[in-house]
């Protein structure tokens, strides 16, 4: 795998930070950022448009420091193939259940409901997403990092950094990730905020294209993860293309998230609306 990263720097920091971007749209991201959004929405209304941001700043910090300690530690650092398996088929398991669960939440929910994204690691958190605070809306994002995904994807990129130099260029790739997870976990924070003022139809079609996007990418990330393990012919395909592969699930995404965004602003503020047909 790390053969297949870019060997300049400039373009090293460039996947870094679409990987970043593609982190923040992890169907756990986007489900507990949208628990803490709707928790903040009528008490906290500030809070709620930036828990995206508080959140991917807490999670940054952890990518950020295992960085360095890889890089500290990347003479000592070997890892066996044996766990790089297991952590694929973690990973494949977990996307799979994910999608399915989103897919279902899109047909079982209630046709007058706005669709929300479901999630896996927020079910163990518990009350801990029920909080007003900034500081411990970034905590819930530093303990979502404390996962073999989220550990891994910081100690690939740190290891390709130390062939570089040193902590500096760990350090700026850790940055580069935490900004493209920063720019979609903020984004999403925002539109679920003002998704909860938008009640029409508009907004119910909106939260329904976003989620089957989730569940349809969930579910082709871990189909093309199980032929890489499994049928020889197409991991060979798969090994040459994974950057591209990578740069489409992230186009996808993003025109799904700024399509349902569209969607939302026209829909527009229900109290506004009213407002404005009084005037009139």
Request: hydrophobic share 55%; net charge positive.
């Amino acid at each position: 795998m790390m053969s297949l990263l870019p060997q300049n720097f400039l373009a090293l920091s460039l996947v870094v930070f679409l990987l970043g971007m593609k982190h923040g749209f992890d169907a756990d991201h986007l489900a507990v950022i949208d628990g803490l959004t709707r928790f903040n929405s009528k008490t906290s209304p500030k809070v709620a448009r930036f828990c995206g941001v508080y959140f991917s700043l807490g999670h940054g910090v952890i990518v950020i420091a295992t960085a360095l300690a890889v890089t500290l530690f990347a003479h000592h650092w070997q890892t066996q193939e044996w766990l790089e398996t297991f952590g694929a088929w973690v990973s494949i398991i977990f996307l799979a259940l994910l999608g399915f669960l989103n897919l279902r939440a899109v047909f079982v929910s209630d046709p007058t409901q706005v669709v929300r994204p479901v999630g896996l690691k927020g079910r163990f958190l518990g009350r801990l997403t029920q909080t007003r605070r900034p500081v411990l809306v970034a905590l819930i994002g530093a303990l979502f990092a404390l996962s073999f995904d989220t550990i891994s994807q910081a100690a690939l990129f740190a290891l390709n950094a130390s062939h570089f130099g040193g902590w500096e260029h760990a350090l700026l790739l850790g940055l580069w990730f935490m900004l493209g997870m920063l720019m979609t976990d903020g984004i999403n924070g925002y539109w679920v905020s003002r998704l909860l003022y938008s009640t029409d139809q508009i907004a119910l079609v909106a939260s329904r294209v976003m989620s089957l996007a989730v569940a349809g990418v969930s579910l082709l990330v871990a189909f093309l993860g199980i032929a890489k393990l499994t049928i020889p012919v197409a991991s060979t395909w798969i090994e040459g293309r994974e950057s591209v592969i990578s740069l489409a699930i992230i186009l996808i995404i993003t025109t799904s998230f700024l399509f349902s965004l569209w969607l939302t602003s026209r829909a527009g503020d229900p109290l506004k609306t009213g407002v404005n047909q009084q005037a009139n």
